[in-house]
């Protein structure tokens, strides 16, 4: 069985470099309240680069696949997907409210 896919809720705080395709650094904060952060192109958190242009921190989302349950929390993966945070963590505890599933 596979994982199923999902958008992971997230904040772009910064912009890292505006050069083609733009890099961005984004916050996501998960079950236990703790902050993880990412660095990397702006389309791999959206579509619509204009939406960072006007302020951030800014809603995106990544792509995660949920690889399972702790206690109230789901725990999802963004290794799959190439994207891990500046520690090098990939499997994150999240609230299923932080999860889209129906637009993967």
Request: charged letters at 20%; one cysteine or more; hydrophobic letters at 40%.
């Amino acid at each position: 069985m596979t994982p199923e896919e999902a958008h992971l809720g997230c904040e772009a705080v910064s912009w890292i470099s505006h050069d083609f395709p733009g890099w961005v650094r984004v916050r996501l904060v998960d079950a236990n309240n703790t902050s993880w952060y990412f660095v990397d192109k702006v389309p791999v958190f959206t579509a619509d680069s204009s939406r960072l242009e006007a302020r951030l921190p800014a809603p995106v989302h990544m792509l995660c696949s949920i690889v399972g349950r702790d206690g109230g929390a789901l725990v999802v993966s963004t290794a799959t997907h190439g994207v891990e945070a500046e520690d090098g963590q990939c499997l994150f505890r999240v609230h299923a409210g932080q999860l889209d599933r129906h637009t993967v």
